[in-house]
């Protein structure tokens, strides 16, 4: 039997496969480009930020307190959320204290993660998603598949079908600009009447407390700038040192994401809006969410935690490619998902332990990762772990007889010269059913068992 | 990637011949050993080798893997060079195997990960040969397959630098060259349609090219390319890079 993945990928439309796979080329081309054309070697600068966040994460604790008293100097509530539930109740209370109905949301990851728009709407809070994207993605009913590009699996002619179907258009028209401008009317409205804007962070700088966020659509900086409230939702791994770090992370997220050399909106946030400023919100909170992390952290994947949401590793797997994110099952696809989304939600590890096993283990994630996690190794870690906790594999052919027969050198040796019998076999007939499937689409060459073993003894004599 | 920056060099080595080659590839075991002793170097073939464990590690019975893992280590005692005639098996011996190996490390399976090379690699590195002496009888383009277990190893620098210099050979860039093959020894069994759509991709860039031979430094990535490209109906001819440095020496008279 393939796996799940397998299964996923074989029956996809080939309308989505091509927008995948286009997107995704066209993203790994871009971010060669900008890096090898600017750095000529970037490895030894993927590696410098590997090894900030490495110490950044070995000293999390310490940076974590850091950052809440730099944050609280400049006004800003700090809370911490252990769990999902614990964040999503934390921002709704903030909200209730401070009676919003309506808000405006920027691209957050971990906003997806905890699955925070439905909770928002069922308790009746109006929540708008204003990355263009998500927006779409939203309209329709869909589920992100990609962590930069959330729609990378839609075409522009859907895009058009939906906004007519939802009357954000009068008419139908595929023109990319016209989509985007027709979006901009749309969205300018809510961001007027909207109380409060949440978004996530790409980075706190626990020396200054200052929270940055990259967009390229400027929508974060509408979503805050006229209303009283901003709450940023935060996962602890996204602490920095120092903010003179950020030359390092600044300069590998906008070429590794995207192929730019920076992203069109870098915001620094210092916090509420002061005395001085004409507008900005008034109020300003930040939660600080675990959400399985420390966990991660305590295992032997905790490289993994090293992660700026990228994109890069997505963009260059092939098995991403052919099987689209939401093949994934959870918020995360491609190799950052298939290591992450078992442990980060530990309790469902039974239930996702097929994901680290999607990957040929080609290693082309580890090559591109901007801060130099070992993705593959990790890969294989958790199909250790999986082995270890008996979860049962798909399709997995059982290793023990091939860990006999390859520790014991006659018997190899007589199955070698065996196995050129296979070659006046049928063995296209023969009733294993992995085996037909593999020789359904290849050839397999002839057995040629032992015959090198022979021609150097004669060669010897 | 983990490459020892001590591995030993000199003119006495063993030959890890690989499951592969026991089984399909022979002809690349051999162009290995005339290789190396064209090279003047003295080849063992220890009797009692049979695979890397690779299989095994890679489906996470590290159990499993780590016995046959001991097995090699033991059969490939001493101080010596282990050559690999394929960029895989290598990287299960010098970084494979410590993953393995991690939380209780043995000082065999260290000693083989720091002596252990891709003979391209070897070739290359170990014994600084920059340009090889051989000749193509015509002009030949060769397509290139730089396997996935090469990444972070010196072998696919090593083995255009050497093809490259050969007489009459022309090395024909195709696109996507960093995409993986699809092979991935098991995963093309439990992933047989992602695994199949891989290939089929690579072998469209690659005859795009047209070339005369496709080669690699890895005999399962090229079983599993032209396995599929046969059953399309589109054979190329194909063969070890080992094999291409054997086949255009000068003929000895
Ligand atoms: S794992 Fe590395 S490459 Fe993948 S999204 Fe994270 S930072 Fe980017």
Known sequence: ?461 | MIVSDERPVGKRVMLMGTCLCDAFYDEAAKATVEVLEYLGVTVEFPENQTCCGQPAFNSGDWNASRKVARHTADVFAGDLPVIVPSGSCAAMNFHGNLLQFEEAPEEKINSLARRTWEVMDFIRHGLGVKTWPGTFAEPTRIAFHRSCHSRGSNSGEAILELLGSIGNAEIVPFGQGEQCCGFGGTFSVTFPHISGRMGTLKMDHILDAKPDILTSGDMSCLMHLTGLARAQGRPVRHCHAIEILRDTLPVKS
């Open chain 1, 1 to 461: 039997m393939p796996q799940q993945i397998d299964t996923y990928a074989r029956n996809i439309s080939d309308e989505k496969q091509h927008s995948v796979i286009d997107g995704s080329s066209a993203g790994t081309d871009k971010r060669y480009k900008a890096l090898h054309h600017d750095y000529g070697d970037p490895n030894p600068l993927r590696k410098l930020a590997g090894a900030i966040k490495d110490h950044t994460l070995h000293h999390l604790d310490e940076y974590l307190e850091k950052s809440e008293k730099a944050l609280t100097d400049r006004g800003v509530h700090v809370h911490y959320a252990s769990t999902d539930e614990d964040a999503r109740q934390a921002i709704l209370s903030i909200l209730r204290e401070h009676g919003v109905t309506q808000l405006t949301k920027s691209k957050s990851m971990a906003a997806e993660e905890i699955h925070l728009n439905p909770f928002l709407i069922e308790n009746g809070i109006d929540c708008l998603e204003s990355d263009l994207g998500e927006f779409i993605i939203q309209l329709d009913g869909d589920e992100p598949s990609h962590i930069v590009k959330p729609i990378i699996h839609k075409n522009r002619r859907g895009i058009a079908e939906t906004f007519l179907r939802e009357g954000i258009a009068a008419d139908y028209n595929d023109d990319p600009e016209t989509i985007t401008r027709r979006a901009r009317v749309h969205l300018r409205g809510k961001y007027m009447t909207a109380e409060a804007g949440i978004t996530g962070a790409n980075f706190v700088c626990s020396d200054t407390g200052r929270l940055v966020l990259v967009t390229n659509e400027g929508n974060s900086r509408f979503g805050m700038a006229p209303n009283k409230l901003h709450i940023a939702l935060v996962g602890i791994e996204k602490i920095i040192p120092k903010e003179r770090d950020l030359s390092v992370f600044l300069n590998l997220l906008g070429r590794s994401a995207t192929g730019q050399q920076l992203t069109v909106y870098t915001e620094f946030i210092n916090g509420p809006k002061s005395a001085n400023q004409a507008d900005g919100p008034e109020h300003m909170h930040v939660v600080f969410i675990d959400n399985g992390r420390t966990d991660v952290l305590a295992s032997n994947c905790r490289e993994i935690l090293r992660c700026i949401r990228c994109s890069a590793c997505q963009n260059v797997c092939p098995v991403y490619r052919q099987a689209s994110g939401h093949a994934y099952r959870s918020t995360y696809g491609g190799p950052i998902g298939a290591v992450l989304s078992p442990i980060l939600f530990g309790s469902r590890f039974p239930e996702l332990a097929d994901l680290p096993k999607a990957s040929s283990l080609c290693g082309a994630c580890n090559e591109v990762c901007p801060v130099d996690i070992p993705i593959s190794d990790l890969l294989l870690r958790l199909r250790d772990k999986a082995k270890r906790e008996e979860i049962p594999s798909e399709g997995a052919i059982p290793m023990s007889p091939f860990a006999t027969l390859a520790t014991s050198p006659s018997l190899w040796r007589t199955a070698m010269t065996m196995s050129k019998a296979m070659n006046h076999l049928p063995i296209q007939v023969a009733p294993i059913k992995p085996l037909q499937d593999w020789l359904g689409q290849r050839t397999l060459p002839e057995s040629h068992g032992g015959d090198f073993r022979k021609w150097l003894k004669e060669r010897r004599r």
